[in-house]
């Protein structure tokens, strides 16, 4: 039978206790609570570590969805003339790059996460959790700047944001749920299954050609929405698009979207915590 690690204070002493009796599907937050210095610390140590030893440091962090930009309004902007309705093309490009820009950072730094600490994981009782979860944080970096970026690309032409933007928030609060489950799912699957560490390139790639980033949606024909919409990042780069530039609210899709996201992330959380289990043995 497992053996499960309970963590708690008495009397002022941090108290470890082995109970084999515990619920396995029970995720534990009081548990991540305990150990929220430690996941501000390899939040911290990715970030140094990230920009090390860089001549240009955090620059990168600009240049890669500048440079994003730069090819999309050559592609689609110029060659393909991609119709925007009377939004800028590089304005409404970078509202989609800003968006996958922070979920391909946080779905490919979870999913390799767990294999990187393996040396940690196999001498140290934590909850494994915190170390998908901690690249959120780190992912906010590369979030910010881009968002960053259409704010000045707002202020160059002039272009005033829809009554909509209230809703901004709850789309970027949703990107981050989303990429917080394909990253915990990937992160437990990479423990037992390593060809996914070589398979996430390629998904973040096909996913950014698969996503509404580059143009909108609507191109989709009818009787593809249904299964393209399956894609939560669509339903949400369209609702996030329609909080800054107003136009048709997006409908039933999104609340599709939504779903997809909490059963993912839900699942994502039990599977996860069942892997944990035998994480230190199979790793």
């Not at 108290?15 to 599907?25: A, E, F, G, H, T």
């Not at 929220?36 to 140590?45: G, R």
Request: proline share 5%; no cysteine.
């Amino acid at each position: 039978m497992p053996l499960f690690i309970l963590r708690y204070q008495m009397n002022g002493l941090s108290k470890i206790v082995v109970d084999s009796k515990r619920n396995s599907l029970r995720i534990g937050f009081k548990d991540l609570k305990n150990y929220s210095d430690l996941f501000y610390i390899l939040a911290y140590k990715d970030l140094r570590v990230r920009y090390a030893q860089t001549f240009l440091g955090i620059i990168w962090a600009i240049l890669q969805p500048l440079a994003t930009l730069m090819i999309f309004i050559l592609i689609f902007g110029m060659i393909v003339k991609v119709d925007t309705q009377d939004i800028p093309y590089p304005l409404f490009a970078i509202s989609g790059i800003s968006m996958w820009t922070y979920f391909s950072f946080v779905f490919s730094q979870s999913g390799n996460s767990v294999i990187g600490a393996q040396e940690m994981i196999k001498k140290i009782y934590f909850p494994r959790l915190v170390i998908p979860l901690s690249k959120a944080i780190v992912g906010f970096v590369d979030f910010g700047l881009a968002l960053l970026m259409l704010v000045v690309l707002f202020l160059v032409y002039g272009f005033a944001p829809s009554t909509n933007l209230i809703f901004a928030p709850l789309f970027i609060l949703l990107n981050i749920v989303t990429a917080l489950s394909f990253g915990i799912w990937l992160s437990a699957l990479t423990i037992r299954y390593r060809d996914f560490h070589h398979i996430i390139p390629f998904l973040i790639q096909f996913g950014m050609y698969a996503t509404p980033v580059a143009y909108p949606g609507r191109l989709v024909p009818d009787k593809y929405q249904f299964l393209y919409n399956l894609n939560p990042m669509a339903g949400l780069i369209e609702g996030f698009r329609w909080s800054l530039f107003g136009g048709n609210p997006p409908g039933i899709y999104l609340f599709m979207s939504i779903i997809v996201i909490l059963l993912l992330f839900i699942s994502g959380l039990i599977y996860f915590k069942r892997v944990e289990e035998i994480m230190a043995d199979i790793i």
